[in-house]
């Protein structure tokens, strides 16, 4: 984890944007104290869909049925 100065980052900002490998962080810090965190973003991984299918072990045969104690909203 890399730290600058919000003065260096103003002038270098698109360098290191530009420069930022998947899982890479800059803080920008301000009189020592951090102020921002700068992360890429293109590493994080893509929801895909089905990779939990037939997971599920088991399901209650009333699974779907409705809750007593909302009745009287589904009524």
């Known amino acids: 984890m890399a730290t600058i100065t919000i003065q260096d980052a103003r002038t270098k900002l698109v360098d290191l ?3 930022l490998q998947p899982g890479d962080e800059i803080i920008i810090t301000e009189n020592d ?9 293109s590493g994080t991984p893509k929801r ?3 990779t ?3 997971t ?3 399901m209650s045969e009333d699974f779907d049925a409705p809750l007593d104690e909302f009745r009287e909203y589904t009524q």
């Open 17 to 19: 944007i530009r420069n």
């Open 33 to 41: 104290r951090p102020v921002a965190r700068v992360t890429s973003v």
């Open 48 to 50: 895909k869909l089905g």
């Open 52 to 54: 939990l299918k037939g």
């Open 56 to 58: 599920v072990q088991h």
